[in-house]
């Protein structure tokens, strides 16, 4: 009887001894809350993406609350975002007691559709908060014209997007690169780096970022670090409601290395999304991911849209039988529950927006997009003949 094979799992972090070291070190050196590794790994972030400040925090969805909070959305507020992308995207508007007003999604790229934001704004509206989903780069500068005319923030949900570029003005950059006024990303397991969990927030805006540092440690006028180097003893205040939204020393030493090895796994990741796209495009009926021209994404994850009629659930399970773990279509926020009932923090249905009729926008193509597109695995060790193994399970639940 032959052995079972290991099943091929979603994703996997690139972790090797250099950040078991950088761990250990930080262990070491007896200072492992929020300290130089932070400090450190913040300067190198800024860098990287080209921004002027970088703010390390918790998670992605920390970023999110903060970056809301610095931009001024409050109670009542509206922010104009989509209901396709993890559920945090749409909590970090509610957190600020603020409407999250959903519009629909571009079907190829599944990103937010530009052209649909102006019929969402209203004189309640405070700011855009856009995806760049699954690491593919959004229009950010049809998104920017539309915020500039109407006086608009811009918040980049870049959770998925380190790494991922795209041209201004014929130039390629880094996203992250703040064209907006915030942008946020994730350090989970699932992205392409990872800290354990955490996330960084990039500005150009000296005051945004010191209202980050200010919010993300409990409002503390004067940090721990500053009081524990000062040769007299300091008492601090607490002016302000903060969160405790720190990132640790431990965790930034690990996210260090991991940005150390961002090169390589973008270039791992593109190989394996151009293997998918070759070995892919002749099953019938299947629709590949769209790269735009003037994007260069990360491959955070490699989306394929099952063919009309296939379903969802019996192909994803007959992938797992074959011992290839695959993941459903982005999630709707609308879909669930606590979005489905009237909005406790507010009072205001979060469903609704401005549109024709006084009726709900349609959101058909993000639900469509979670119903039938399934996502395929992808990290930096997989194998060809595990993207083989991959392909062949594809194939055969699809009778392809």
Avoid at 4 to 29: D, H, M, N, W, Y
Avoid at 53 to 68: E, I, P
Avoid at 320 to 330: F, M
Wanted: charged share 20%.
């Amino acid at each position: 009887m032959s052995a079972k094979r290991e099943v091929i799992p979603i994703t996997k972090p690139l972790f090797g001894p250099e950040e078991q070291k950088a761990a250990a070190e930080a262990i070491a050196s007896g200072w492992v809350t929020q300290g130089p590794q932070v400090a450190a790994f913040e300067r190198e972030f800024a860098a990287y993406v080209g921004a002027a400040y970088a703010c390390a925090v918790s998670s992605c969805t920390a970023a999110l609350h903060l970056a809301l909070r610095a931009v001024g959305v409050g109670p009542g507020d509206h922010v104009i975002t989509v209901s396709h992308s993890f559920i945090a995207t749409a909590n970090a508007v509610r957190y600020c007691g603020a409407v999250p007003v959903f519009i629909d999604i571009d079907a190829s790229t599944y990103n937010m559709r530009p052209d649909l934001i102006e019929s969402a704004v209203t004189d309640r509206t405070k700011a855009i908060l856009c995806v760049h989903q699954m690491g593919m780069p959004c229009d950010l500068q049809a998104i920017l014209a539309v915020a500039s005319r109407h006086g608009l923030k811009v918040i980049e949900d870049a959770a998925c997007a380190i790494g991922s570029e795209t041209q201004w003005d014929g130039q390629w950059e880094r996203i992250g690169r703040p064209r907006g006024d915030v942008a946020c990303f994730s350090f989970h397991p699932r992205k392409v780096i990872t800290t354990g969990d955490g996330g960084m927030l990039t500005t150009n805006n000296a005051e945004y970022d010191a209202k980050f540092r200010l919010l993300r440690q409990h409002g503390m006028s004067v940090p721990d670090t500053v009081r524990h180097g000062a040769a007299q003893v300091i008492f601090e205040s607490y002016d302000v409601l903060g969160y405790n939204y720190r990132l640790t020393d431990i965790q930034a030493a690990v996210g260090r290395v991991q940005l150390g090895r961002l090169p390589e796994i973008l270039e791992r990741r593109r190989l394996l999304a151009a293997r998918y796209a070759e070995w892919l495009s002749d099953t019938p009926g299947l629709c590949l991911p769209v790269e735009p021209s003037w994007t260069k994404s990360n491959w955070q994850s490699y989306c394929v849209r099952l063919p009309e009629g296939r379903d969802q659930r019996e192909v994803m399970q007959a992938m797992l039988n074959a011992g290839v773990a695959t993941r459903r279509g982005i999630m709707c926020a609308h879909r669930e529950p606590a979005y489905t009932q009237e909005c406790w923090l507010c009072g205001d249905d979060l469903t609704d927006a401005k549109a024709e009729g006084g009726r709900r926008p349609s959101l058909s193509e993000s639900e469509r997009a979670q119903d039938s597109c399934i996502l395929l695995p992808v990290f930096a060790q997989m194998t060809s003949d595990e993207q083989r193994r991959t392909v062949e399970a594809l194939r055969v639940a699809l009778g392809a």
